[in-house]
């Protein structure tokens, strides 16, 4: 929970301490109905909740290991699933599995040790999580610098420190192309936040296709920019997730 809070794009509450759920649950758990999730779904709209965000732990463990000399260590195990669900209509927004163990998990002189170095990886891929999942929506308001032959050289986008935005986020910039009838986006650059100016403004220097876009502004097309290197779906909305 901390790597996604930390990444400022969602804004995160623990059902365990939010006091309205709380009390619902008390009622409920009082009355004798069982604390089934459309319920408690049904709370988190009234509350302006977007997602529920729920985890299961299938494993939290470590290996005990012996080395030539004699000398022992353990090896961090640790396996779990979170599952996004939309809160609105209930549907799926993204199940996946994580799981450290080997390569893929740090070692302690204690079975606790390893098992709380280990945490420290998943806090980075929670970061990972959110920024593949809820990629965040906008657009270039103006481009600062040009340059004849390599085009746009850094432009001004409209969000920044109260989405999360850090010096070196990656955007893709993407215009909007018709075909057949149908509104596609396609890829024309790459930008780099290089400073965050205010809660809604950073400053990105272009790392590719300066040209494309210097030219697609100049036509006055709309310029889209999608968090990550590669950007996939949409993101339009800052939605609140509860654990």
Do not use: P
């Not at 901390?2 to 009390?23: F, P, Q, Y």
């Not at 080395?67 to 699933?81: A, E, K, R």
């Not at 986006?185 to 780099?192: Q, V």
């Amino acid at each position: 929970i901390c790597g996604i809070a930390e990444t400022g794009r969602l804004s995160v509450v623990d059902v365990d301490a939010e006091a309205n759920l709380k009390i619902e649950a008390e009622r409920r758990s009082s009355e004798g109905a069982m604390a089934d999730e459309t319920a408690r779904t049904a709370q988190m709209k009234t509350m302006g909740a977007n997602y529920l965000l729920t985890a299961h732990v299938a494993n939290m463990d470590a290996v005990r290991k012996t080395l030539d000399n004699g000398s022992v260590y353990y090896d961090g195990i640790i396996s779990f699933t979170v599952k996004v669900t939309n809160i609105a209509d209930g549907s799926i927004k993204v199940s996946k599995q994580f799981d450290y163990s080997g390569l893929n998990a740090k070692t302690g002189d204690s079975r606790e040790a390893a098992i709380t170095a280990t945490l420290g990886y998943i806090k980075t891929s929670m970061q990972k999580f959110v920024n593949d999942h809820f990629k965040l929506e906008s657009t270039i308001v103006t481009i600062e610098q040009s340059d004849k032959k390599k085009g746009a050289l850094t432009v001004y986008v409209n969000c920044g420190s109260a989405v999360g935005i850090q010096k070196g986020q990656l955007f893709d910039v993407k215009v909007e192309k018709d075909v057949a009838g149908k509104k596609i986006l396609t890829n024309i650059g790459t930008l780099k936040a290089d400073e965050v100016q205010s809660e809604d403004m950073t400053l990105c220097k272009v790392t590719k296709g300066g040209k494309e876009i210097l030219e697609a502004n100049q036509e006055g097309r709309k310029l889209i920019v999608i968090s990550g290197k590669q950007a996939g779906g949409l993101w339009k909305t800052m939605g609140t997730v509860l654990k």
